[in-house]
């Protein structure tokens, strides 16, 4: 007969259970819930007082801040800022920094649904503008940061583009972000702003635009494609190819049809932290925050 | 305190008070976004304006089209599956029995990762398929392997329990009447499973039509090729257009969902009385 073992599975089963779900709850708070499944998630920075001796650089303020600041930023800033949290929790071990990264778009569209942000770092002016149309910025927001557009291709590099013109080659699998995803809006500029040149040619556009095969939501998730070689080709940050390294092969764009990416940075009106979110927003505008950005590729935003 | 004794005498429905409260909640959490979704939908106006744009457009005629292919090879390679799994006792019966259940736990961004990690380029067997000139992501047909791969499990799993009640005499006596094996499946066996079939069939086309996380990561978003309704509505939500793009093309989304259901409940009220199951509601 067959053995039915299932008088001391069912316990052991429990008991599995139970230790995966302490052992998912005594790690770090969970924090910063994305509602789309698809975007990367967000990390959490608890608030540990870590003994290092070579402290970072913290302005000094009159009362120590407390309390909890969630900040809403575009995916190609995920590394960096993360890494800006953590010098800031150690700066002012009495705060919680909450990320949530997703496409500039997509955090917009949260912050008009009343999500509750309260820093808001997008990778173009205009999704910052669709949120101070609708009065929803505290203040004004400031650039502080600049990036490049830069193709990127697998590391292999299957279908041999050498330069900006070979994504007109055809069975090219060319993939973008979303229209309304910054470096989406920004690719799509690059393409016309080549095609208005005439060593390119106005069929170029088209070309190109012809072997596009998908919409990524965020700046992230066309990187993916490329590390795992499902595409030929895609327009990400020059940031983004650093992140990846050896993973893909970065090919520049023409200086002359480039653009440059400004990403602006502003404290949201309906924030209940806004003195720590004013914090954050001065610490990346800040000594260490430009340090950090320039660190991971960025270039320095406008002066002051 | 159940005086269902007392209670007895009034329709015979002796736990009717104590289970309507609980009941109605539920009743209510389940039609209130429903309703405040028509009701916005119906008053932003822009309903109409956005069932003619292109982008609408490619999006649902590529939903109902994929779902419904996949329904449909669903039930090719399901029947057969439910049925093996209900009336055969091979080695390794029990895990292969899990195996089918577990798209259905399994989130489908995970469906997707390991679609991709199959059947993509660099994939498993990805290279064997690109060998040919078969490249999967990106395509319509992945759209449907997507979905195929998160509904075929309900519809298999209904099926599997309604050919396991039922008793195998039937299929003995047309048997010992000299009727062939394949004959009396599809004029016996099938038509005593239809309720399950019908039920399954259902919860498979939902599935897919509402299918968004494996189609995103294996298919990618593009529009008229892979972008289903689910993906338009997030792209129009993330969009300029906002919420009010969103509600729009939610709505639109509602009633082609609420058509299929009603189509597939008429199909099943013309089963006959005796292979319905009388105690559940018609």
Redesign the interface.
């Known amino acids: 007969m067959i053995a039915r073992p299932h008088a001391r599975l069912l316990p052991l089963m429990l008991a599995a259970l139970l230790a995966v779900v302490m052992f998912a709850c005594g790690g770090d708070d969970s924090g910063g819930s994305t509602p789309i499944a698809t975007a990367p998630s967000a990390t959490v920075l608890p608030a540990a007082a870590t003994a290092s001796a070579a402290s970072a650089t913290a302005t000094p303020t009159a009362e120590p801040l407390t309390g909890t600041v969630s900040v809403f930023a575009a995916s190609s800033l995920t590394d960096v800022f993360t890494a800006a949290g953590e010098a800031f929790t150690e700066a002012n071990p009495g705060v919680t920094v909450e990320f949530n990264f997703q496409s500039s778009s997509a955090l917009a569209a949260q912050i008009e649904e009343a999500a509750p942000a309260d820093v808001y770092a997008s990778a173009d002016e205009a999704q910052m503008q669709r949120l101070v149309d609708k009065e929803l910025i505290a203040g004004a927001p400031a650039v502080f940061a600049r990036n490049l557009p830069v193709i990127v291709v697998p590391a292999d590099n299957p279908a041999r583009i050498a330069s900006a013109t070979d994504l007109s080659k055809p069975g090219v699998k060319l993939v973008l972000a979303g229209e309304d995803v910054p470096i989406g809006r920004y690719a799509r500029q690059v393409i016309g702003n080549l095609a208005a040149d005439p060593a390119y040619g106005p069929a170029f556009k088209n070309a190109a635009l012809a072997n596009l095969v998908s919409n990524e939501a965020n700046v992230r998730a066309v990187l993916a494609k490329i590390e795992l070689g499902e595409a030929d080709a895609g327009i990400v940050y020059r940031t983004d190819a650093m992140v990846s390294g050896d993973r893909v092969l970065a090919i520049a764009i023409p200086q002359s049809a480039n653009v440059i990416a400004t990403y602006p940075i502003a404290v949201v009106d309906s924030s209940e932290n806004a003195e720590i979110a004013a914090a954050f927003v001065a610490f990346i505008r800040g000594t260490e925050g430009r340090r950090l950005l320039s660190d991971a590729g960025f270039e320095p935003g406008s002066g002051a | 305190m159940l005086r269902s004794g007392a209670r007895a005498g009034r329709g015979g429905m002796p736990l009717g008070r104590l289970f309507a409260a609980p009941a109605l909640l539920f009743a209510a959490f389940v039609l209130l976004p429903l309703i405040a979704l028509a009701a916005r939908a119906i008053g932003d106006g822009e309903v109409v304006e956005r069932l003619t744009s292109p982008f609408v457009l490619h999006a649902l005629r590529l939903s109902v089209v994929t779902s419904t292919v996949t329904l449909l090879l669903a039930l090719a390679l399901g029947v057969p599956a439910a049925y093996l799994l209900a009336r055969t006792r091979f080695p390794g019966h029990r895990f292969v029995a899990i195996l089918v259940e577990l798209p259905m736990v399994l989130?489908?961004?995970v469906a997707g990762v390991g679609l991709?990690v199959a059947f993509?380029?660099?994939g498993l067997f990805g290279g064997w398929l690109a060998a040919v000139g078969l490249e999967l992501?990106?395509t319509t047909t992945a759209v449907v392997l997507a979905q195929l791969f998160v509904s075929a499990p309900f519809l298999v799993r209904s099926l599997q329990a309604g050919f396991e009640s039922i008793d195998p005499t039937y299929e003995h006596v047309s048997a010992a009447l000299g009727v062939s094996a394949l004959r009396t499946f599809w004029r016996v066996t099938l038509p005593l499973a239809r309720p399950a079939l019908l039920t399954g069939a259902v919860l498979c086309w939902a599935r897919a039509l509402s299918e968004?996380?494996a189609t995103?990561?294996f298919?990618?978003?593009?529009?008229g090729?892979?972008?289903t309704m689910p993906l338009a509505i997030?792209?129009a939500?993330?969009?300029?257009a906002?919420?009010s793009g969103a509600i729009a093309i939610s709505a639109i989304l509602l009633v082609v969902a609420l058509f299929l259901l009603v189509l597939m409940r008429l199909t099943l009220r013309s089963v006959p009385a005796y292979l319905r199951d009388e105690t559940a509601e018609p």
């Not at chain 2, 298919?219 to 529009?223: D, H, I, N, Q, T």
């Open positions: 989130p489908p961004t991709l993509g380029r660099r992501p990106f968004l996380g995103l990561i298919a990618g978003s593009f529009e090729r892979t972008q997030i792209s939500f993330e969009s300029s906002g919420l």
